[in-house]
């Protein structure tokens, strides 16, 4: 496996990455990886002849009092368990690269990234789209994967990509590839290492509570109802606050008042301890 920290050197080995086959996957990452992250690595290599992974804390979709400083950074780390799992390059620039002076232009995708993460967190969609789209031209994968548990982000990148004419990657190609969990069923995340013991423990009622919710909803309950006691069962476990708790179309990412025909998602955003964990089902057809 190799590495490269400047865009020439990035280009050069992409260039000869497709020397010995045509196919490159990408796995945008801020590092800090996982078994969720590992997963990703695998499905892009089950289906793309070279595997790129980036690795770059994008300091533009952090807010300014959240946790930037004390994000992960552990690359020696994070490169040792991609030579592992067969990744071809690590793509790890750092800012002044990836934002050189003079750097003034912002990609914004609206409607799809407005609300729930949109809202709770104003800028951080426009930081998300311009580095995927830089990441995207710079690497010219055939193929990127994200994780599920980002939903949002996954729709606001689709979104960018339809709307953008992308080609490398082309819409269809962005693949979402299922949450990874931990044993208790709580979604695996970088953030979850902020966590003591005690507060990892009853993070756990998260998903038991969302998997609640979407038993009821697909059993035909009042969904207003459903979700104002979803949040009251968040919160009663240990929670500290609840940014949303919400069914949406899985498409579009508008607010559902009933569950229809159409793919659904439960969408949830709550903070417990200072750390903010998201996480989603599927509901019904989705």
């Keep these: 496996m190799k590495t490269a920290s400047t865009l020439a050197d990035l280009r050069a080995q992409?260039?000869?990455l497709r020397q010995s086959g045509p196919t490159i996957g990408l796995v945008p990452t801020m590092g800090a990886l996982h078994e969720g992250h590992l997963a990703l690595v695998r499905a892009a290599r089950a289906t793309c002849d070279h595997v790129?992974?980036?690795?770059?804390?994008n300091p533009t979709q952090f807010g300014p009092n959240e946790d930037l400083e004390r994000y992960p950074r552990q690359l020696a780390e994070d490169c040792a368990m991609l030579e592992v799992e067969g990744a071809a390059l690590v793509w790890a620039p750092d800012i002044a690269e990836m934002y050189p002076p003079g750097f003034s232009t912002t990609v914004s995708?609206?409607?799809?990234?407005?609300d729930f993460c949109g809202a709770s967190r104003p800028g951080h969609f426009d930081g998300v789209a311009t580095v995927v789209l830089k990441l995207f031209n710079q690497v010219q994968p055939d193929m990127a994967f994200f994780g599920e548990k980002d939903f949002q982000q996954l729709a606001v990148i689709r979104t960018m990509a339809r709307d953008l004419d992308l080609v490398r990657p082309h819409v269809d190609s962005i693949i979402g590839v299922p949450i990874v969990r931990e044993a208790d069923g709580l979604a695996m995340s970088s953030r979850n290492r902020y966590l003591s013991p005690v507060l990892r423990e009853a993070a756990a009622v998260l998903p038991?509570?969302?998997?609640e919710a979407v038993a009821r909803i697909e059993d035909g309950q009042n969904v207003t109802r459903t979700l104002a006691a979803l949040e009251d069962e968040i919160l009663g476990g240990g929670f500290d606050g609840v940014d949303y708790a919400e069914l949406a179309d899985a498409e579009t990412l508008k607010r559902l008042e009933a569950l229809g025909e159409s793919p659904a998602r439960l969408l949830v955003a709550a903070r417990i301890g200072g750390t903010r964990l998201i996480d989603n089902l599927a509901v019904g057809r989705g």
């Excluded at 790129?52 to 804390?57: Q, R």
């Design 14 to 16: 992409t260039q000869e």
């Design 52 to 57: 790129v992974v980036s690795i770059f804390v």
């Design 109 to 114: 995708v609206g409607e799809v990234s407005e």
């Design 208 to 211: 038991l509570a969302m998997q």
